[in-house]
Nanobody, 120 residues
């Protein structure tokens, strides 16, 4: 049974950094991060292959966010740097039994989400 548990969200100021974690037992293949800003639909942020060698980012995340994983610790990470007001959202980790993907419908398992709030 695949289970994902996110942590690391919080309230930060614009320009600050934050590192999200997602512990996932049984997650051998691709994982991803998505986010849902208030009043908006959930959107893709980043994805990483099972071996950690392949990554893909949304344009909004390129240059500021870094996805990584430590398979020995069964943990997925998302490093958020230079956070901006429009990064405020609930961030979700997700898992799929396959290669990297950017569409949320391609992921079978989801965490409960962690709130990131950026203030000015």
């Amino acid at each position: 049974q695949v289970q994902l548990v996110e942590s690391g969200g919080g309230l930060v100021q614009a320009g600050d950094s934050l590192k999200l974690s997602c512990v996932c037992s049984g997650c051998a293949y691709a994982m991803g991060w998505f986010r849902q800003p208030p009043g908006k639909e959930r959107e893709f942020v980043a994805t990483i292959s099972g071996d950690g060698k392949l990554t893909n980012y949304a344009d909004s995340a390129k240059g500021r966010f870094t996805i990584s994983r430590d398979n020995a610790k069964s943990t997925l990470y998302l490093q958020l740097n230079n956070l901006q007001l429009d990064d405020t959202a609930v961030y979700y980790c997700a898992y799929r039994d396959g290669p990297t993907a950017t569409y949320e419908g391609q992921y079978q398992y989801w965490g409960q989400g962690t709130q990131v709030t950026v203030s000015s």
